[in-house]
């Protein structure tokens, strides 16, 4: 009968980790190219991975950008290769292994149905209720970055908790390897480290506490961790990371000059990772029949493990005052920690219907996620081919790419064509002027205008006839490459074309045409205002007209954040305008045919 159970328990922990293992490995292969992951997709295109130009990056990163061992991982992931499919996978797979392994104090036994049904839990507390699964693991650099990162940590922590639990003797091989492995550890991340320390000197602590001489490993695994994170934390990288924002005001500045509302957004993103855990706990207090046996206390070894675990997770979400940036992606390891915690609660709560119920629950959420995690990043691959087809044949130096059917979500980060940032980053990579989302039928669009000879039809041109508005460094560019572009179609001659805006309302100006730049008989008309703050709320502006001749008197107005017009003071020929609204302001030059974006200037 034993071996029955044994033979049972290792066929359902051989299912549950290669369902999971097949589910990630299938997100990761349909996985697109997202924000960050275009540099690496451009660097491939270009170079050829050898071991030279590892260490070249390494390098790189540890003195002039991001110096966390995560982005190395990252790096390797976009190998052409596709190793990622196998690799990805597997740093969630050990977590969860990892995590049962913390909460028995012991590596699981794949024969051992309590634990098997342990791992189950486990798996399902992870998926479900860490915030943020698409991006956590369908996101190469978060997954390097984060899930890999904390792995290690969790690896480190791991013989501290076995060893307090049931003490084993360790050779002088242990103790050098537990220093390399907390030197890598310790280089993971900024966020944890400080509370992983506090783990370990605590883990010293007991050990002393109960009159026990701590082993050397003990020592040199929190020396390696403290060394791995002072040299993470003093990187030349964190000084141009997050454009210098870290390096020029220290941790403690950063906390204290959190307003209130801030400071509670930070916490709000860990009582959000928090009550995401709290189901389980609802279901393990409540679902006991009264014919089930009471659970078994825990002992004082799994208590201090509750409880360090609980307030270590607390501790990071507090560590997250002195960061520069936030994130659901920062709450992960403070997450991990509470499932941690949880799940050692639970444990001996795992009998009767309380066990059936909580299983169920797992197995729902399991199917759940496997369901819907593959079925986005699936319909993702879909599109993704397209619109990376459509970049690397782009006829033009304007192109406008459909938009991602599917919105921002717990699975997916959101399309990132439409942030200018990253459609900056893909026009850069693929040699564009601009890159858009194709305008929604009633939504604001540059409007192409065009005069050729002889005339040409809107859908031969090598130039999108509708273009969505985006910042003016963009649209004065995208305006400008339609000479070029419209220039060089054999058997026409180019008479005039401009991109023409019509998110404004032209009663405001009299109806007079928005335009960006005008191509005239050769001539490149892009009228200019350069912009010099003079006050809290009002600026001074210097007028090129680069080649337009205006018609009458000029008008000069502000274009608002909210598209809204405000005009502009002149006297004794000084332009000036004063805008209350904060953000990003246009300004606009009109004569009494026309007006053109001519520059802007932010509050």
Not at 313 to 331: D, E, F, H, Y
Not at 446 to 456: A, F
């Amino acid at each position: 009968m034993f071996r029955g159970r044994s033979r049972a328990a290792l066929l359902g922990f051989v299912c549950l980790l290669a369902s999971l293992f097949g589910c990630l490995a299938l997100c990761a292969a349909w996985e697109p190219i997202q924000r960050d992951g275009w540099f690496h997709h451009a660097w491939y295109r270009d170079h050829d991975l050898t071991a030279a130009e590892i260490w070249a990056f390494a390098k790189s990163n540890y003195l002039y950008s991001n110096p966390r061992l995560g982005e190395i991982v990252t790096f390797l992931s976009y190998a052409p290769a596709g190793l990622h499919r196998l690799i990805s996978p597997l740093w969630t797979v050990a977590t969860v292994l990892a995590v049962v392994a913390l909460v028995l104090g012991r590596w699981p036994s794949p024969r051992d149905p309590d634990h098997v049904r342990l791992s189950v839990l486990v798996a399902a507390m992870l998926v479900a209720s860490t915030p943020g699964a698409g991006e956590l693991f369908c996101y190469r650099p978060v997954t390097g970055n984060y899930v890999f990162g904390f792995l290690l940590q969790l690896l480190l922590i791991l013989p501290y908790r076995i060893h307090l639990g049931a003490p084993r003797r360790r050779g002088p091989a242990f103790a050098i390897a537990l220093l390399g492995a907390g030197l890598l550890a310790g280089m993971t991340n900024e966020h944890t480290g400080p509370a992983v320390i506090a783990m370990l000197a605590a883990a010293l602590w007991w050990q002393r506490r109960r009159r026990d001489r701590c082993p050397p490993w003990m020592i040199t695994g929190l020396v390696g961790l403290v060394v791995g994170y002072l040299a993470l934390l003093l990187a030349p990288g964190q000084s141009v990371r997050y454009t210098g924002m870290a390096a020029h005001e220290s941790i403690l500045d950063r906390v204290l000059a959190r307003s209130l509302s801030d400071s509670l957004l930070v916490l709000g993103f860990g009582a959000a990772a928090a009550a995401l855990v709290v189901p389980w706990l609802v279901v393990g207090r409540l679902a006991r029949a009264r014919r089930d046996p009471r659970p078994t206390p825990l002992d004082a070894a799994d208590r201090r493990a509750l409880w360090t675990l609980a307030l270590a997770g607390a501790a990071m979400i507090v560590t997250l005052l002195g960061s520069p940036k936030q994130g659901w992606r920062l709450v992960y390891a403070p997450s991990v920690l509470w499932i941690a915690s949880v799940a050692i609660w639970l444990r001996p709560r795992l009998i009767g219907r309380t066990r059936t119920i909580l299983l169920a629950l797992s197995v729902t959420a399991l199917g759940a996620e496997g369901v819907q995690l593959p079925r986005v990043q699936h319909r993702l691959h879909e599109e993704f081919a397209d619109r990376l087809a459509r970049l690397q044949t782009a006829r033009g130096a304007i192109l406008t790419l459909p938009s991602y059917s599917l919105g921002r979500s717990p699975w997916f980060l959101g399309d990132e064509i439409h942030e200018r940032a990253w459609r900056v980053v893909i026009a850069r990579i693929f040699g564009l002027a601009m890159v858009s989302p194709v305008p929604d039928a009633g939504a604001p669009a540059l409007v192409l205008e065009h005069q050729l000879e002889p005339p040409l039809h809107d859908l031969a041109l090598p130039v999108p006839p509708r273009v969505a508005p985006a910042a003016f460094p963009e649209m004065r560019q995208a305006c400008l490459a339609l000479g070029a572009e419209l220039g060089r179609i054999p058997d026409h001659r180019l008479r005039s074309a401009a991109y023409r805006l019509d998110a404004l309302d032209p009663a405001a100006l009299g109806g007079r045409p928005v335009l960006v730049c005008a191509h005239r008989d050769g001539a490149v008309i892009e009228p200019r205002a350069a912009s010099h703050p003079t006050g809290r709320r009002t600026w001074q502006l210097e007028l090129d007209l680069a080649g337009w001749q205006p018609r009458g008197a000029i008008d000069v107005y502000a274009i608002t954040p909210r598209w809204t017009v405000r005009p502009a003071t002149v006297v004794d020929g000084t332009t000036t305008v004063d805008v209350e609204t904060p953000g990003r302001h246009h300004v606009l030059l009109c004569d009494r045919i026309e007006c053109f974006l001519a520059g802007t200037f932010s509050r």
